[in-house]
């Protein structure tokens, strides 16, 4: 299993994948390849976990917009994923500071868990280097010119 954390203060969203369908030989018609795999949420006292299908795309995209944030110290990072299950935002500020806010729910279901949390730009280093090894293991072409 390969984790994704974007970390804040007392606070996280997680990424487990279990499993990579597909790879080398067969790609997700949404690009990438299909992985199957769980996303956790801890926003102070409140917790979620849900299990979800993305693709790698989805993280070679959360990386390329991380990243540049995280570079230029300012911009918004949005993520959605293809059944809208997880929907979140990072906002960066131009002096290191991270508001993080989005929603994650049940497929099939009302329930759901609205978030928003801060975080700096010290959390996002190591999120960042998950993000690219994943991406480095499945399609390493995202990552020209940012190794």
């Known amino acids: 299993m390969e984790e994704i954390v974007i970390g804040g203060y007392n606070s996280f969203i997680k990424f487990n994948i279990e499993e990579v369908y597909g790879f080398p030989n067969q790609t997700s018609y949404l690009g990438g390849y299909d992985a199957k795999g769980s996303v956790e949420v801890k926003s102070g006292d409140f917790y979620a976990k849900i299990e979800i299908w993305l693709t790698t795309k989805d993280f070679a995209m959360l990386y390329e ?3 540049r944030c995280y570079q230029d110290i300012s911009g918004e990072v949005k993520f959605i994923s293809c059944e809208c299950e997880v929907e979140f ?12 806010k989005g929603m994650v729910s049940e497929r099939m279901s009302e329930n759901e868990l609205k978030f928003d949390f801060g975080s700096d730009q010290s959390f996002m280093f190591q999120c960042l280097d998950q993000l690219k090894r994943f991406i480095k293991k499945y399609d390493d072409s995202t990552l020209q010119g940012n190794t």
């Open 89 to 100: 935002s990072l906002v960066f500020d131009n002096k290191g500071h991270i508001s993080i």
């Open 65 to 67: 917009q991380l990243n």
